[in-house]
């Protein structure tokens, strides 16, 4: 990415704000108009002061002088307060709403972005939030270098340098001469100090995250006795971090130096070219501390470059990967158009093969059919392939050959978002937001009254347990038990009340007594709907109606559970292979004893 496409891209970003930038320019050419007055000021004071001294004038003229001379420099030095003070604040406001709508625009962006986005493995959990926050951030510094600090600061050099020039064309000259030596030097600086601030980030970022990793495995670290070795580690961290910084420093120090001696002999160039003209009679002695302080202007700016400088850099990196976010159309999801009256729920998939974007073949050549109204199991060792059937239906990926179908239509031709509206999902652990129990349930139709969350809540046997919290459906969903969780997700499915449903092990994170207390909130969700099931349970497994048996991404068998009992294949051996970890022996034993003592 180069500047000018870099440029052109944040411009899009500001246009909505262009009167805002153009105030806030006209405040810094004015600002940088009345830089100049003191120098302006001075001069005058000093051949004034020279000339009563010559005519051995009274000291009450001198005070005459002084009255003015502070009068116009209070007078100016308040505008220029207010001045500052308006393109500071206008300069903020400008980059802070930039900011919010950047960051507005990339979160509607990935929204939209296919589930293949999100599980790539360049934007696992936190890369992509890093890749989203540099960007922004460098973004926004960008837009205050172009469109606030830049301008400021070559208009005040600038100005200063004409005024040299005028004043005296020598003059002039040994200004303009030292700039390019200063841009030279600054872009050395900021050549060799490239990187540091990235580097001082990610040391920063591996530090912090080195701690939060400490926290969360105190309990291993002191059962293991590892608290030297982690001490160690994060020695090592810091010892880096800080010989990072020395050299750093050192460089820019060294920098710093070579910079201010250069603007030292400037300094003394200019006085001693002065002191000539003035010498020779053809400047007042005014014009010493006039030069000098228009060459501080000159030269004060141009001090800063480096930071530019290397803030450009900075954003033309982060920015690339950001607009690979902010930009991957093709990552968009896909969307047919089909809006059928009525979803009747039959689903079949025929030669699907399907491979994630990593590279995983996941399904292969996967034949089968769902009927319509009924249970149907998925059953396989973990790894199978199940849970990649159910995102194949739910439209999260597309399949690489075969068809899916429901009730007779391709998937692809249904409009994505009806198809959704159409299916629930409940998950082995079921997201549940910060907020109220009511707001949780809500989620599945945030147009339900009050009367309906309950509705559903009653229907997923968990309402009764609401109302004995003190803030009854006000309270924190995240309170809850994980089976309690579990019902509040299958009460906001009620809300939802989607013709088809996928539940993908939905006991599989609870105990055996949340197991039970859930078990009739599922077989109520499950009555007359179009029902996968996903289960390592037996006893879900023997309620399904139909069962399907997959084995490294293969179909191998399908039919009901008493068919593929007899068929003593594999759905024979993973049965039994459940059963026997139940210990039914010893289970019926001791059930069979108690009932003889009584
Ligand atoms: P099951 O639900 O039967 O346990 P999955 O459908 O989750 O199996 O997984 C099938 C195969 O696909 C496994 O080899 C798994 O590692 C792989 N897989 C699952 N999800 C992804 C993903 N997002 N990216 C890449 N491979 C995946």
Redesign the pocket.
């Known amino acids: 990415m180069n500047l000018w496409v870099l440029y052109k891209k944040i411009l899009v970003f500001v246009k909505p704000y262009r009167y805002l930038v153009l105030g806030t320019l006209l405040l810094t050419l004015i600002g940088s108009l009345m830089a100049q007055v003191n120098a302006y000021v001075l001069r005058y004071t000093v051949d004034e002061v020279s000339r009563l001294l010559d005519e051995h004038k009274s000291l009450q003229e001198g005070a005459t002088l002084l009255l003015a001379i502070s009068a116009i420099l209070l007078s100016k030095e308040l505008i220029y307060a207010l001045i500052q003070f308006g393109q500071k604040f206008y300069g903020t406001k400008l980059r802070i709403l930039i900011s919010q709508d950047i960051s507005q625009q990339v979160v509607d962006k990935i929204l939209t972005y296919k589930?293949?986005f999100y599980?790539s493995s360049e934007n696992e959990s936190g890369k992509l939030q890093t890749r989203i926050d540099m960007g922004i951030s460098s973004l926004t510094r960008l837009v205050q270098n172009f469109f606030i600090d830049i301008l400021p600061l070559f208009a005040n050099s600038i100005m200063a340098l004409v005024l040299m020039f005028s004043a005296n064309f020598y003059v002039g000259m040994v200004s303009l001469c030292i700039i390019p030596i200063y841009f030279y030097i600054s872009q050395l600086q900021a050549k060799k100090l490239s990187g540091f601030r990235r580097n001082m980030r990610s040391y920063r970022e591996t530090k912090n995250s080195g701690i939060i990793g400490l926290i969360e495995s105190i309990t291993v670290i002191k059962s293991f006795v590892r608290e030297p070795l982690e001490a160690q580690k994060h020695k090592e961290i810091q010892d880096e971090m800080t010989s990072n910084q020395m050299s750093t420093r050192k460089l820019s120090f060294v920098f710093e130096s070579i910079k201010g001696f250069l603007e030292q002999i400037g300094v003394v160039v200019i006085i001693i070219l002065t002191t000539y003209f003035v010498l020779n009679g053809s400047m007042s002695i005014g014009a010493i501390m006039f030069h000098i302080m228009l060459f501080n202007n000159v030269s004060a700016p141009i001090r800063q470059l480096h930071r530019i400088y290397d803030e450009v850099n900075d954003a033309m990196i982060y920015s690339e990967s950001f607009f690979e976010v902010l930009d991957a159309e093709h990552q968009t999801e896909s969307s047919g158009t089909y809006v059928p009256e009525k979803i009747k729920g039959t689903i079949t998939m025929q030669h699907v093969d399907f491979r994630?974007?990593?590279?995983?073949?996941?399904?292969h050549d996967v034949s089968l059919v769902v009927p319509h109204g009924k249970i149907t199991a998925?059953v396989?060792?973990?790894?199978?392939?199940?849970?990649?059937?159910?995102?194949l239906l739910d439209k999260f990926y597309q399949p690489a050959s075969g068809t899916i179908t429901l009730d007779g239509i391709d998937l692809q031709e249904f409009d994505t978002e009806f198809l959704r509206k159409n299916t629930g999902l409940v998950l082995q652990k079921n997201h549940i937001f910060k907020g109220t129990i009511a707001e949780n349930i809500l989620y599945g139709n945030p147009q339900a009254t009050m009367e309906d969350v309950a509705e559903a809540a009653k229907k997923a046997y968990i309402h009764e347990q609401i109302m004995e919290l003190p803030k009854g459906y006000d309270a924190q969903a995240s309170l809850l038990s994980g089976g309690q969780q579990q019902r509040i997700a299958i009460a906001r499915l009620f809300l939802k009340n989607p013709p088809i449903i996928f539940l993908?092990?939905p006991t599989a994170s609870l105990d055996a007594i949340a197991t039970e207390q859930i078990k009739r909130s599922l077989d109520a969700i499950k009555k007359d709907r179009t029902v996968i099931i996903?289960s390592h349970s037996i006893s879900q497994i023997i309620d399904a109606e139909n069962v399907i048996v997959?084995e490294r991404?293969r179909v191998v068998e399908q039919g009901t559970h008493e068919e593929l009992y007899h068929n003593k294949s594999v759905y024979f051996d993973i049965f039994n292979a459940m059963a026997s970890s139940l210990n039914i022996d010893k289970i019926a034993k001791t059930v069979a004893d108690e009932t003889a003592e009584h």
């Open positions: 589930m293949a599980t994630y974007p990593d590279g995983t073949k996941a399904l998925l396989g060792l973990s790894g199978a392939g199940k849970s990649t059937i159910i995102n993908d092990e996903i997959l991404g």
